[in-house]
């Protein structure tokens, strides 16, 4: 019996550690892998265990904006992606009377995004859109205690060493070799 419990408290011991992964821990493991046409969320306590092939959920037990603010940091210290914010277009509309808190949100969420690329949808757009991108790439959705509606952060993420305008101009100058 002594061996038995032995052999369990080595195997609690070798595996405890990779049981407490934290998000953060998950997120620094992640990021490297991701680039361009990856998607990471940071969505509210509703939002639904979206199902895909690419999509992975981790429940982080944090408020939305620490999260966001890290998240965000782990991205600006990256060397190959960067951020393309996309925001429910549904949350301008959410009253405080209804949602408690929403617009003291929304303020943080504008003071804590400051001049990004920020995009808004309608949060079945985005959902849609994910699902379809979850067949082909990584999703990685951010699970926090928030419990407002609409305040779901999608994240696309692209390449940092090639902007839009770079990609533009490659296909227009390759439209005029190799049409289309």
């Known amino acids: ?6 052999l369990v408290a080595a195997f609690i011991a070798f595996t405890a550690p990779a049981l407490a992964q934290t998000w953060q821990s998950r997120l620094d493991s992640d990021l490297p892998l991701l680039g361009h046409r990856n998607w990471i969320l940071i969505v509210d306590s509703a939002y639904p265990d979206q199902v895909g092939p690419g999509i992975e959920t981790v429940e982080t037990d944090a408020n939305m904006l620490p999260v966001l603010k890290t998240v965000l940091s782990r991205i600006q210290s990256s ?11 549904e949350l301008p509309y959410v009253p405080d009377s209804e949602a408690p808190g929403a617009k003291d949100f929304r303020n943080q969420l504008e003071s804590l995004l400051g001049s990004a690329d920020v995009h808004h949808r309608l949060h079945q757009s985005l959902i849609d859109e994910v699902a379809k991108d979850s067949q082909q790439y990584h999703i990685l959705i951010l699970k926090t ?3 407002i509606p609409y305040t779901s952060i999608f994240i696309n993420l692209r390449a940092k060493y090639w902007s839009d305008d ?13 049409p289309r």
């Open 1 to 6: 019996m002594r061996r038995f419990i032995a």
């Open 79 to 89: 060397i190959h992606v960067r951020p393309v914010i996309f925001l429910d277009a």
């Open 145 to 147: 205690r928030l419990a």
């Open 166 to 178: 770079d990609e533009r101009g490659l296909r227009d100058a390759m439209s005029n070799v190799h």
